[in-house]
């Protein structure tokens, strides 16, 4: 499992391909998916829904899955925005604001 550090913006990103890079590398993976923990995320931007997403590349290309675990709301929100939370595995009913936040907020 590779657990995702607290902050993940674009200042971060490169380091984090990184580590999926060396976790997939190193055979990490748990029953055929490459597993990421985002439970101690507490601040990210758009750059970590692109890391999420070439974690999935990289993973299919290694013929593994992404299972991605813990991911905050507001993560499953942003993906749902720009169409790609279904790719990432959020359930359909994270992919929806919020009560009271509208879609544009």
Do not use: C
């Amino acid at each position: 499992m590779l657990v995702l550090p607290e902050i993940l913006t674009l200042a971060q990103a490169n380091a984090a391909v990184r580590s999926i890079e060396e976790a997939l590398g190193q055979g990490r993976v748990e029953k055929g998916a490459l597993v990421i923990d985002a439970h101690g995320l507490r601040s990210f931007d758009t750059a970590a829904i692109a890391v999420l997403l070439e974690a999935r590349r990289l993973a299919q290309a290694a013929g593994r899955a992404l299972e991605v675990r813990g991911a905050p709301v507001a993560m499953a929100e942003l993906s749902g925005l720009y169409g790609v939370g279904e790719l990432l595995g959020f359930p359909a009913a994270d992919l929806r604001p919020a009560p009271g936040r509208s879609e544009a907020a």
